[in-house]
């Protein structure tokens, strides 16, 4: 690259910072979600997230990530081969999706780790939040997250499940553990709330703190066609609800030591397993005690046929509809439920609202 | 396309086969190590091995996966933007990483899943093997894999680790259990054994025919430095034994039923898995009674100075140097050592070969 293409790029780039009135500053660092040894992509202190992509022949490079409705970020190609490029504005602290396309087609950024979420397995960047250190790996117990695979008669296969047992929950072989089911959300699976949500780190870390009194996490696939994931208006709970009422609570309850009745059992899930979590709940309503809708809806109060109710939580993130949440809130309140919710300040339908909604929820859970 | 594009098409890729004595079969089939849902890569019953790429804008689309020396398989271009190409012959049977060039950039194939190997997430294809049923999920009973977090003072942090424990370990809460640690390769991580090797089917299987006892399979990363796997030739041990020994296998026998002695221990690795498990095993004779290098070289009588070993076992594919394993094990067993060999078939440095040995070994583990 030239010196007056370089001085051209500067030039370019603070235009778009005064236009948005923050200087960049300098101090990019490799995003925590990198593959090991990876340099980029790269996040600074304020939230802008930097690419480079080696693809000396290619013509056009732009990643999906970037300010809304904007298109992402388009990079620019170097001498050396590479492209790079900023987004436009600071990104909303947390996790999120992206990929890149080269050339009109759709790839993952070889430098970040992948989740699974838009029904692929895309790349994943951090934005470090403000209150990062309730999901960060820290120096207390830890409890394990264990694949299992249950029969499924339903789907005639055997099916993936994650459990989280709890710091001492092999050294306790007496001790008996309240059980919450916990769903992702479209085109995600039974990885996400692990990977994506750090759902095992925010459960250590509470236990740690003595902030909750510990019991048992339950993750798996919530959708029984494997590929067509479309049409939520029409959807059929039935085949979702028949693996998770009538296979996996048997399962666990048989493999795990949980207490098996309804007080001790909650389910929750983030956007449409949010609506899962709604439509099962009131399908089913002597099997879970605990709701839990996380940028998934509400209810309202003439939907819950359930008087013994022990609690429904709602919550969403502030950039979501926070007004459609306190509403429900107030309704179930003056209909006599128990209701608690939550909204988290600054986010969107993204996973720092689940990380928040989480650690918000659990504490209130089997607490009566 | 013009028909006469793909009539030149077809008599180019006809030429291909009769210079290797073959037609192609069009019996070709998404691979098992696809994303939800992708059509593509595609596998036939003669093990070639089919791409579909879209990069509509893209001068230049190779994939790494092809024979061995002619760099690949070049894809070509087709009208509607996708980029499709077979590889010139049939592809040894079993896993196989691979990853994309797009106009000089490395990439992954988005129909594929991912698979840590060579120091990155790669993309994997499987091509079907006439053994496949003995890693297949059946309807038996399964295992778990757990996921632990375990202290290590001489890296400063929680290091992961999986935990394979058998069918009914939970429902035996008295029982105890021999360990296996069980090492991957270079560039791969802990992850390896179980998603590229299957090895918790492999388990679960030879478990429900009864042709072993159930035992517990620990698998970490065998490098402390998280970056830098350069270097093998002056590569450092000690690091990596003083978690394993020092810090894993102490969090192990307290934090699972185990049988904590050295006659109930096993070490194995796959290639620097294997070396690492030689180095280890002589420099701790007291720690591990069952030693397995798989693809990873070879003991001779003079290295070892436990003379209560319980078994040496020693196996690598046909196509990698099946002389010097034969060689080897006479000369353990002329010198009095307990030594069991294995040579897979029609295999080379690769998990084929690691599944087999694997499937190999276990029956021999623990049995005296």
Chains 1, 2 share one sequence.
Request: aromatic share 12%; net charge negative; glycine share 10%.
């Amino acid at each position: 690259m030239t010196h007056y293409k370089i001085a051209l790029l500067s030039f370019l780039c603070l235009g778009t910072s005064i236009a948005l009135g923050q200087t960049i500053k300098e101090d990019f660092k490799p995003s925590t979600k990198n593959q090991p040894g990876k340099e980029y992509p790269q996040v600074n202190s304020q939230g802008y997230a930097r690419f480079r992509i080696e693809a000396p022949a290619a013509d056009s490079v732009r990643v999906s990530l970037g300010l809304g409705g904007r298109g992402g970020t388009l990079l620019e190609k170097g001498e050396d081969g590479f492209w790079t490029g900023t987004t436009e504005g600071p990104m909303d602290e947390g996790f999120h999706y992206y990929h890149v396309n080269v050339d009109g087609g759709t790839f993952n950024d070889p430098g970040a780790k992948n989740y699974y979420g838009s029904v692929r397995w895309e790349s994943g960047i951090e934005i470090p939040a403000y209150d990062q250190d309730f999901y960060a790996l820290k120096d207390v117990s830890h409890g394990k997250v264990e694949q299992i695979l249950f029969p499924s008669p339903s789907t005639n296969t055997s099916r993936r499940a994650f459990v989280y047992t709890p710091p001492g929950y092999a050294k306790n072989p007496n001790k008996k553990y309240p059980v919450l089911y916990l769903q992702h959300g479209w085109g995600e699976n039974e990885t996400a709330w692990s990977n994506q949500g750090h759902a095992n780190l925010i459960m250590d870390n509470l236990i740690a703190e003595g902030k909750i009194e510990p019991f048992l996490i339950v993750m798996t696939y919530g959708m029984t066609n494997e590929i067509k994931f479309g049409g939520l208006r029409s959807f059929d709970i039935t085949p979702f609800q028949t693996v998770l009422v009538d296979e996996l609570i048997p399962y666990v309850d048989e493999n795990f030591r949980t207490i098996a009745d309804e007080d001790h059992r909650a389910l929750a899930g983030l956007s449409m397993g949010g609506m899962e979590t709604k439509m099962i709940t009131l399908n089913k309503p002597d099997v879970f005690s605990y709701y839990g809708l996380l940028s998934g809806g509400t209810y309202a109060p003439e939907d819950v046929d359930k008087e013994d109710v022990k609690l429904i939580f709602l919550s969403c993130g502030s950039k979501e509809r926070p007004k459609a949440i306190k509403a429900a809130t107030e309704k179930l309140k003056e209909a006599g439920y128990p209701v608690a919710s939550y909204i988290s300040e600054g986010t969107a339908h993204e996973f720092q609202t689940w990380r928040r909604s989480l650690k918000e929820m659990v504490p209130k859970l089997f607490t009566k």
